[in-house]
């Protein structure tokens, strides 16, 4: 990695670099600290839209991690913000949870189901087939289609729980329309995200767990890179990728330093 001052800004995911299974992982609660010390800009991102940056903080705080819910960047949120620079005041129609519900209205979005701008797929714990029925009709229909992100599967302690990637592939496979997606990898998010604490590319730092969402989405926003071996990506997986982030570390713990 080239030579340069410490990152004035700092991106982080959440699941797998600062928390794993609602514990925190070593080194997190020392390397927020350190931001704050420092005063860097940072946010904590994450592809889930189910929840708003209000519960996340505190579920964070329940795991020992302090996180100012405005510090907290969700799909959601990223969402909300691509739709009403796109098209100010609209409405659409949501099959997703409280946390995209909620950033929609913010945004100054009208959530009906009738003749909606957009449909907009989000994360749910409880796909209903009829919201996806009704989503499927809007789309043919005219309304364009919108999802929070393309992760297919999500984790649980029992197993793989299909996620938004695989809901929107039901739709796309329906109606042949294919949506567009806001989160990760799109280094949309990121850039919103930077817009949100007036960062800039070339003094911002993302770290990440995943080389396939995190890492390849920073590098195309322009970002330094940094991922850690705590989550989904393992040592021997990085070099299968045609791409190589900034740097790789164990944990969060080793970046401390780098603040």
């Known amino acids: ?33 350190r931001l704050v010390d420092r005063e860097r800009r940072f946010l904590v991102l994450t592809n889930n839209s189910i929840f708003t940056p209000r519960d996340l903080a505190a579920r964070l705080q329940r795991s020992g991690l302090h996180v100012p819910e405005g510090a907290i960047w969700t799909s959601a949120l990223a969402t909300a913000d691509f739709l009403a620079a796109q098209l100010p005041g609209g409405s659409a129609y949501v099959v997703g949870e409280a946390g995209l519900t909620t950033a929609l209205h913010e945004a100054g979005y009208t959530i009906t189901d009738t003749e909606p701008d957009y449909v907009v797929l989000g994360e749910t714990r409880t796909y209903s087939f009829e919201a996806i029925t009704r989503a499927i009709r809007l789309v043919e229909a005219g309304a364009r289609f919108i999802a929070t992100n393309p992760d297919v599967t999500g984790p649980s302690p029992e197993g793989s729980l299909p996620a938004t990637g695989s809901v929107a592939a039901l739709i796309t496979k329906a109606t042949g329309a294919e949506p567009y997606f806001v989160g990760k990898p799109n280094p949309m998010m990121f850039r919103s995200a930077l817009n949100r604490i007036d960062g800039h590319s070339e003094s911002t730092t993302m770290i990440g767990d995943r080389m396939d969402t995190d890492i390849v989405a920073g590098i195309e926003a322009g970002l330094e890179t940094v991922l850690v071996l705590t989550g989904s990506t393992r040592a021997e997986d990085v070099s299968r990728f045609p791409f190589r982030p900034s740097r790789v570390v164990d944990s969060i713990a080793d970046v401390i330093d780098l603040v």
Do not use: I, N
Not at 8 to 28: K, N, R, S
């Open 1 to 33: 990695m080239s030579e340069r001052r410490p990152s004035e800004c700092w991106l982080t995911d959440m699941d797998g670099v600062l928390v794993h299974e609602g514990l925190a992982l070593p080194g997190a609660a020392d390397f927020l600290q």
